[in-house]
């Protein structure tokens, strides 16, 4: 039986061919890949001849990334592509690595060679049935039934069914199915959640009740009366400073400087250690403008604060500088706004995840990038990403703040019996290598690296994240260009 074969070494690299054989009818009368056939999400094939794993739906992972689209010709001609690989845990035992999305798809097929490969399994067939049996404790923890030849179960006689005998498993599947794009989203919840899952269909939207939420959101400001905002990117900017946080970081910051664009409303946030450092900031920010985005501030706004009096340099680059009325401060209400919403987003992924305060600003970095990539009634439901870049985040790469993760060793670094993976803490996205920004459990030192298997429903204790190690490097801005 081979729905898939093997990738053609001799053609093109990325090229799979499904066999003849998947054109022929199941027992149910259903064709496996007929493109237009009723999707059966739920049901899984176990495929002796397939390369790899494949499944149709992105609610299955749990963690994937995009990739480059591979090419998959199907048996009635048409083509179709692969466009995401990913984790799928299908029981604390059973973990299915390098699943390939492919949208087409009417089942999921799961490869025998890579379910064996990674998983410590034997598998017996005879003409009616499969059975899995776990190697490790010689238990039988699973059986398939044969329809039509194939090896086939759906979600009402399915293998999750006989593996998922722990109801700790059930809890987690709970978590994981209703909260995990709250989770991943810095806690976003009601009409935003919605918004955002017409563009993206993988969220799914369903919420239960989080402690995280209750525990971090203060009441919003209400929204200015007036909605006008400047016609271009860059017009008008607005800029404070917040702190000093009573908890100060790993790396001795207690304030830092927003930046928000008037037009956009897309925000920087850049961590200071004194209020000092505001002036160098402000003059690398308007070359970052003029260099990336080929314009200039015309005009910035701030409170009367004695940190942003630099009017030689504003005058030196024809910018005006209005600050707001004493008897007025509500004229500075978007910069008031925007830090009341970075706080409490960056409280519920700390309170969420049960890390050390110390961290706030890697946390701070990740709440900025979630809160420019979500929808906002003030620019007509699209986000500030969409504003500024004309282009669609690609949420993929987003876990839940501070969740365990395994990160895969260097393997010119590692002896025969070192460890392959090491326990980690997800900590952003790296803003330039597009690496996983993370914290190792073992070391407390930070890593950026790519190959990391996520598990966003466990959390370890808050005690063994602490550091006491601080040459660890600063945290970066998760914003400062184009993800
Ligand atoms: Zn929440």
């Not at 061919?17 to 199941?26: A, E, G, K, L, P």
């Not at 402690?211 to 271009?232: D, G, I, M, V």
Request: hydrophobic fraction near 35%; glycine fraction near 4%.
């Amino acid at each position: 039986m081979a729905l898939i074969k093997p990738t053609n070494d001799t053609g093109s690299a990325s090229t799979n061919q499904i066999s003849s054989i998947v054109s022929t009818s199941t027992a149910t009368g259903k064709t496996i890949f007929g493109l237009n056939s009723h999707k059966e999400k739920g049901t899984w094939i176990l495929d002796s001849g397939a390369k790899d794993h494949v499944v149709s739906s992105l609610n299955l992972f749990q963690s994937y990334e995009k990739i480059n689209p591979i090419t998959i010709n199907l048996p009635n001609g048409m083509k179709t592509k692969a466009t995401h690989k990913g984790v799928i845990q299908t029981y604390d035992k059973i973990i299915l690595k390098d699943v390939l999305f492919i949208l087409d798809f009417c089942y999921n097929l799961i490869s025998i060679s890579k379910l064996v490969a990674h998983n410590h399994l034997c598998l017996t067939f005879n003409n009616t049935v499969c059975s899995i049996q776990d190697m490790t404790t010689n238990k039988k923890i699973g059986s398939v039934n044969s329809h039509a030849s194939l090896y086939i179960f759906s979600d009402s006689n399915n293998i999750q069914q006989h593996l998922n005998n722990s109801a700790n498993i059930h809890q987690i599947c709970k978590v994981r199915c209703n909260n995990l794009w709250h989770n991943r989203l810095g806690h976003m919840f009601d009409r935003r959640l919605d918004i955002l899952k017409q563009k993206y269909h993988c969220i799914d939207s369903r919420f239960d009740k989080c402690n995280a939420c209750h525990s971090a959101k203060q009441k919003r400001l209400p929204f200015p009366s007036s909605t006008a905002y400047a016609l271009h990117p860059f017009d008008v900017i607005h800029v404070d400073i917040w702190g000093p946080c009573s908890v100060v970081s790993l790396h001795s910051h207690k304030y830092f400087l927003t930046i928000i664009d008037d037009h956009t409303r897309y925000t920087w946030v850049h961590l200071m250690k004194t209020k000092s450092e505001t002036r160098q900031h402000l003059i690398h920010f308007i070359a970052y403008v003029k260099n990336q985005f080929k314009t200039t501030i015309k005009v910035i706004r701030s409170d009367n604060g004695s940190e942003f009096n630099m009017h030689d340099y504003y005058k030196t680059e024809g910018i005006f500088h209005q600050t707001s009325c004493n008897e007025t401060p509500q004229q500075n209400g978007i910069a008031e706004r925007k830090h009341q919403h970075l706080l409490n987003v960056t409280r519920a992924l700390i309170f969420y995840c049960n890390i050390s305060i110390q961290f706030w600003t890697y946390a701070l970095n990740y709440a900025t990038l979630l809160i420019n990539i979500m929808p906002t009634p003030f620019l007509q439901d699209s986000s500030p990403y969409d504003r500024l870049y004309k282009k669609d985040f690609d949420i993929s790469r987003l876990k839940v703040f501070g969740c365990l993760c395994y990160v895969s060793t260097l393997q010119a670094n590692r002896k025969k019996l070192d460890p392959r993976a090491k326990p980690s803490l997800f900590f952003g996205i790296h803003p330039t290598t597009k690496g996983y920004i993370t914290y190792d459990l073992d070391k407390h030192d930070i890593k950026i690296s790519r190959n990391v298997i996520f598990y966003e429903t466990d959390f370890p204790d808050k005690n063994s994240t602490i550091a006491d190690n601080l040459h660890v490097p600063l945290p970066l801005n998760n914003n400062q260009i184009v993800l």
